[in-house]
């Protein structure tokens, strides 16, 4: 890399002098920022709380706090101490800013990536900037010479550079004119005003040349860091190469003396931009293998030349010197991210920086719940335009974090999405002219900040409803009210029917049913097997799936299918006001499955008031209170208990469930294992 002026000109005439880089370039690896604790890196708002804490009162919906409104909660002014939620992260980010290592965070989007990436930024020390300049090279102008000097360097140098340009053209243009009157007085003199005026013409596009050629030597400024205040933060997320690696614009006058210089038409990528600072890539997997090797050639040298991107311009004929890039990568992506990354770039992430999880849940404490206080009151200030968050509004808020978690005991951290809630909320409030967002504006957002997704899976349900088959109370035999979950939140009570014919014991499944769901079949068939003293190989077994004009996907209906083929074996009737959900090992124990909630919220809705759930799920019960009267749960943890429960008929029921218990407490005693050995799943 250059570092001296190599332009051939005199010194500046406004007596800016240029810092001269001839010595080695300063290690910003070293530590250069102010001796301090990890904690001087963050903000100097204490991240607490100035509101008062009733200490008695902690288990309340806000952790304690004494406010009124969002009004009282001071939000910090650092981003690092913004993140909630994610500390090992926020410690983890803190330490690779102090050392200058690379990050990647591996996460589900909206838990707070990016904001921490643009909060390093706030960490680095903005006194190591520079500037980068781009010269006219007069010995190959097809590789421009590359300058580096300290920030707000650059602006003084190209102003004094266009200062002498200016200069030198004024006395050129003098010179020209004075050059011109002499020609044409000389062709009056002699009578021949036509050559005066071609021999005057011929002087004006010399001149005019020449001035071209002295513009040229004005450098281009790169990199400008004049003005920034803290260190720079690109994101080039999806960016295309000449984006992220710099490029050449293409010159369609490139010659006859038209062409505009090679230095003046370099253009930096995100790369270079970022220099001594953090260069951000979310879903790093996307971005093409060719882009990601000269990214890892760009960090591991710490300089990369900027050369046209497209090999059909006339950029590509360009190169420059290497142009520094020693900046902080931070790549982003989900848990997908790791199978198409470029295992070298990753393990120099690796071998070289930190790798990062980031949570989706975290426990519901007191603590957390004054730090979403101070999420909402953050969302409020940096939106600018929603009126504050009343108590009573702050609360649905984390009850709705609560619910989204899909845990009992948790909170979510999928923040994003959550603050979009927030932002609806404000913005209902703010339509209707009100001083606070009110907790009526926040259910009423509930409603109206549905992703399209869920909106289409609620169009469905509503037409669903309209040829609903749905019973709720009698008993039938081989009916079975299953649950599932379509969309995010949506909950569906799902009938399914089984039949048993003679044949030659096949297990016919019928529904557009996906793949898991017919694994989930087989397993059941084990069951069936297993636990009836019909021989089904003389028998076929048909189960439908009413209504599944979408497909059934997943195993949660295998303990509605049990219920439903053991019923049709053994022709007891099923109570048709209980529904269930739950996965079934071969073994008849029943296993966990998503979206309970949502699900017993459906049963509730079409008049069911008994719900089976796993008994490893009663945790994650978190229904609204107006259904806590309307139905009630039941959790299970054998196929055995599913029946007692499902099953009418007292005779029949009662042989049949001592049956099933008896070959329980056999499976049981196979089952038991040596003290110390773990407990199978």
Known sequence: MSNERDTGEPPYEDGVNESSDAGPEP??????????????????????????IDEENEDDLLGGLKIDSTEDIEVPDKLVDQVIGQDHAQEVARKAAKQRRHMLMIGSPGTGKSMLAKAMSQLLPNEDLQDVLVYHNPDDGNEPKIRTVPAGKGEQIVEAHKEEARKRNTMRTILMWLIIIVILGYSLFIGNILLGIIAAAIIYLAFKYANRGSDAMVPNLLINNADNTTAPFEDVTGAHAGALLGDVRHDPFQSGGMETPSHDRVEAGGIHKSHRGVLFIDEINTLDVRSQQHLMTAIQEGEFAITGQSERSSGAMVQTEPVPTDFIMVAAGNRDALENMHPALRSRIKGYGYEVFFDDTIEDEPEMRRKYARFIAQEV??????????????????????????????????????????????????????????????????????????????????????YDMTMNEGGVVGRVNGLAVMGDDSG???????????????????????????????????IIKKFTNKDINEMDVHIQFLQSYEG??????????????????????????????????????????????????????SGIDTVIIPKSNEQDVMIEDEYKDEVEVIPVSHISEVLDIALVGEPEKDGLVDRLKNITTALDRDRQVPSGSPTPQ
């Open 552 to 605: 059934v996907e997943g195993d949660s209906a295998s303990i509605s299918i049990a219920t439903a083929v053991i019923s049709a074996l053994e022709e007891i009737p099923v109570a048709q006001n209980v529904a269930m959900t739950g996965s079934l090992s071969v073994r008849g124990d029943v296993l966990p499955v998503g979206g309970v909630t949502h699900k017993i919220e459906a049963a509730a809705k």
């Open 27 to 52: 290690d910003v690896g070293d530590g250069s920022e102010p001796e301090s604790e990890d904690d001087a890196l963050g903000s100097d708002v204490d991240v607490g709380f100035e509101a008062e």
């Open 381 to 466: 200030e940096n939106d600018g335009r929603l009126p504050h968050f009343t108590r009573e509004a702050i609360e649905e808020v984390i009850l709705e974090a609560k619910r989204r978690s899909g845990r009992k005991g948790h909170l979510t951290l999928q923040l994003r999405n959550l603050g979009g809630l927030i932002r609806v909320a404000g913005d209902l409030a703010r339509a209707e002219g009100t001083e606070y967002t009110t907790r009526d504006h926040v259910l009423a957002a509930k409603k109206r900040s549905r992703s399209i997704e869920q909106q289409l899976a609620d169009t469905f349900i509503e037409r669903y409803s309209d």
């Open 492 to 526: 569906i009570v799902k009938p399914i029917m089984a039949e048993v014919t003679q044949g030659h014991g096949e297990v016919i499944a019928t529904g557009k049913l996906q793949e898991i769901a017919q694994e989930s079949v087989q397993n059941v068939s084990a």
